[in-house]
């Protein structure tokens, strides 16, 4: 028995949300702001929500545009994405459809035609696809259930990823003045959302945020220049699990890439740069569930959905905390432990202040690009919380240290050896004892001996690293060896270094500066 195409698209539209929630999509409950943005879409307002990656934004206009009368149209901006939607709606028992450059002439009028004869739910289009005239003009002839706005930062000039065809979708507004619209991104600071809202003529009151805070993602900041010895030490810690490692340019990504698959790691490479068949074919083992680890340029973004991602590692400062939050909320979307982690120099500063000043951008344009720059700097030199200074940042009032960053960790470890101290010295114990301890981890110490290496390279006019590396050094602060025989049994101390450096190395872990 087939069902007429006006009623098969309408045919949940007597059907409640939750119902459609359980029968459709096979969950209980709603979790979150997603009742509250679904309900504000059936009375038919428009709405800005702003939901972390992973918290559930689709089902927020997916169900609406099943529930309301007419075809729902979804704007987004990656074609992957999109078929990947559309594709998981369809194996729901959903019709949806996709349309982009991909298409041939004859899929594209084959679509064309269930659209408007109304045999599809859901459509997704790209900006550029939606705008046009031809588009336009036949898109009209349909009736629309709502308008879903993905990624919907790219509107705002201020916003980190802003595209041009986004911000021209003010037009929605004169297209379709009785469809309700909803647009929906991750990262938004203050002034995105005033743009977002002004451009889709959303009202203020009708904003939802999410918390925008992610408990299981571990922020670090290692301050030294990466080497890819010290990467695939890093790698070590992630054995069998997959990452993703962002750089900043297509040399950079070929080449890590390259060297990890000589030391046998599952890399793949991911770049503007690859042909399309090169593309898909690293997607296609990426979504698998094979476990990979990709470098990446930021090519390798938006619409990225693999649940057990369990670290993000940057080998370069991202452009602004928008782009920092968003890359790193790619990892742990099935709510288990991931880290983050962030390769920092103070000359990455200087590089990418120097990069913004020789572009092209206007500038109105480069002024919002250091001040997003400036805002990167503080999250990665701050010895507060990192998360709270990232969240504050975007908007969040955050009241407490989350607990987990590098930062929050390394003053519980001080907080519990101190205690352990205060516990023996009842019974007399020397403070001496006691000097390992304190020392194991300690950052404070690390910088100390970071500071002696310092002149001492720059009295013999030599590379830091050829008198002891940044990983040496931490274990000597490990150790905390009081003797030349103790600093010897430490890997990397051979008997040169053990000659020219030993007594001036016992001598400082023994001074007033180490107690």
Request: net charge positive; aromatic share 8%.
């Amino acid at each position: 028995m087939h069902m007429a195409s006006g009623n098969w698209q309408n045919r949940f539209c007597n059907t409640s949300p939750e119902t459609v929630l359980k029968t459709v999509f096979g969950r209980d409950s709603f979790r979150g702001l997603q009742a509250q943005a679904i309900a504000c879409l059936m009375e038919g307002h428009n709405l800005l929500l702003l939901m972390p990656t992973g918290g559930g934004k689709s089902l927020c206009y997916q169900i609406p545009a099943l529930c309301r009368r007419g075809m729902g149209l979804v704007i987004s901006p990656l074609t992957a994405l999109m078929d990947d939607q559309a594709a998981s709606l369809n194996h729901l028992g959903i019709r949806a459809v996709a349309l982009h450059s991909g298409l041939t002439e004859d899929d594209l009028a084959t679509a064309q035609e269930e659209i408007v004869s109304g045999r599809i739910d859901i459509l997704y289009l790209s900006p550029e696809k939606l705008l046009a005239p031809r588009t336009l003009s036949w898109l009209r002839q349909c009736h629309l259930s709502i308008i879903a706005i993905d990624e919907a930062h790219c509107i705002s000039s201020w916003g980190h990823e802003f595209r041009p065809d986004y911000r021209r979708l003010s037009l929605l507004q004169e297209y379709f003045p009785d469809v309700p619209r909803i647009a929906l991104t991750a990262t938004a600071d203050h002034k995105t959302c005033d743009d977002i809202r002004n451009i889709l003529a959303i009202p203020k009151k009708f904003t939802l945020r999410s918390i925008c805070y992610r408990g299981n993602i571990d922020l670090k900041i290692i301050n030294e220049k990466i080497h890819t010895s010290q990467l695939i030490s890093v790698l070590s810690d992630f054995k069998n699990m997959t990452g993703i490692i962002y750089c900043k340019n297509r040399a950079r990504t070929a080449r890590i890439a390259h060297d990890l698959k000589l030391k046998n790691l599952p890399a793949l490479a991911y770049h503007a740069g690859l042909s399309p068949l090169e593309k898909r074919v690293a997607l296609l083992r990426f979504r698998s569930g094979e476990a990979l680890i990709i470098v990446a340029t930021i090519a390798f973004g938006m619409g990225i959905d693999r649940p057990d991602i369990r670290f993000i590692i940057h080998l370069d400062m991202p452009p602004s905390p928008e782009a920092y939050y968003q890359q790193t909320g790619r990892a742990g979307r099935d709510g288990k432990k991931a880290s983050a982690l962030l390769f920092y120099k103070k000359n990455d500063i200087k590089h990418a202040a120097y990069g913004i000043q020789i572009s092209r951008l206007s500038e109105n344009e480069k002024n919002k690009a250091m001040y997003r720059l400036a805002a990167m700097q503080k999250i990665a030199e701050t010895s507060s919380c990192r998360t709270q200074t990232l969240l504050h940042y975007l908007g969040e009032d955050f009241p407490h240290p989350c607990g987990h960053c590098d930062n929050c960790t390394f003053l519980k470890k001080i907080y519990h050896k101190i205690k352990r101290l205060m516990h023996f010295s009842i019974y007399s114990v020397s403070a001496d004892d006691f000097t390992s301890d304190l020392l194991t981890d300690n950052e404070p110490f690390f910088e100390i001996l970071r500071q002696w290496r310092a002149d001492e390279a720059r009295e013999q006019e030599v590379p830091a690293h050829v008198i002891f590396s940044d990983h040496e050094l931490r274990l000597i602060v490990s150790a905390a060896p009081r003797s030349l025989t103790e600093l010897k049994q430490i890997r990397g101390v051979e008997p040169s270094r053990l000659s020219r450096y030993g007594r001036a190395l016992t001598a400082l872990i023994t001074s007033d500066k180490m107690a």
